[in-house]
């Protein structure tokens, strides 16, 4: 990669964003920023309770962690969201037009396994059909790659980063 790309990496809850965002920016050479970081204490608050985010309740959230990669821009970085939409991913965009996604894919039921043996996470399994119901893939049109997430947390960074590396 010439430019260091400013990397979104997205996917439904228990994908291991927190987990393959750090190594992936370690292996880029750039800073990571966890995305549950620029949540409001209230979305935390309804995501503890068990309550699905609105829309209403993301924007200002996806726009945090817009204006993040924005100041990243040409200089890269890794920022985990779930950005699970199109409109979510497009908001990013809006705020930081060379973002490129890393979207974590996976069997549903190795993802609620790695799910329910995670300590203190605010994100119960209970939301985890809403996450893939609302879950809309990366279009052709969009700029990222699809990984899968089964294997170690070491073979799915590696992975991420030949994908980017096929972007150019």
Same mark, same amino acid.
């Given at each position: 990669?010439?430019?260091?790309?400013?990397? $979104?990496?997205?996917?439904?809850? +228990?994908?291991?964003?927190?987990?393959?965002?750090?190594?992936?920016?370690?292996?880029?050479?750039?800073?990571?920023?966890?995305?549950?970081?620029?949540?409001?204490?209230?979305? $935390?608050?309804?995501?503890?309770?068990?309550?699905?985010?609105?829309?209403?309740?993301?924007?200002?959230?996806?726009?945090?962690?817009?204006?993040?990669?924005? #100041?990243?821009? #040409?200089?890269?970085?890794?920022?985990?969201?779930?950005?699970?939409?199109?409109?979510?991913?497009?908001?990013?965009?809006?705020?930081?037009?060379?973002?490129?996604? $890393?979207?974590?894919?996976?069997?549903?039921?190795?993802?609620?396994?790695?799910?329910?043996?995670?300590? +203190?996470?605010?994100?119960?399994?209970?939301?985890?059909?809403?996450?893939?119901?609302?879950?809309?893939?990366?279009?052709?049109?969009?700029?990222? $790659?699809?990984?899968?997430?089964?294997?170690?947390?070491?073979?799915?960074?590696?992975?991420?980063?030949?994908?980017?590396?096929?972007?150019?």
């Amino acid at each position: 990669m010439n430019t260091p790309h400013v990397v $979104v990496i997205m996917g439904v809850a +228990g994908t291991g964003k927190t987990t393959i965002g750090p190594l992936l920016a370690d292996r880029l050479g750039v800073p990571y920023a966890e995305g549950d970081d620029f949540h409001p204490p209230e979305n $935390v608050r309804k995501m503890s309770s068990g309550t699905p985010l609105t829309d209403d309740d993301r924007w200002p959230w996806l726009d945090a962690i817009g204006a993040w990669a924005h #100041g990243r821009a #040409g200089r890269g970085g890794v920022v985990s969201s779930s950005a699970l939409k199109r409109a979510y991913r497009d908001r990013l965009r809006s705020v930081a037009p060379e973002v490129v996604f $890393v979207h974590l894919t996976g069997d549903r039921k190795l993802i609620e396994d790695r799910m329910r043996q995670r300590k +203190g996470h605010f994100m119960p399994t209970a939301l985890l059909d809403s996450q893939f119901a609302t879950l809309q893939p990366l279009g052709v049109d969009e700029a990222g $790659v699809c990984v899968d997430v089964a294997g170690s947390p070491e073979e799915i960074a590696a992975r991420a980063v030949d994908a980017l590396g096929r972007l150019g």
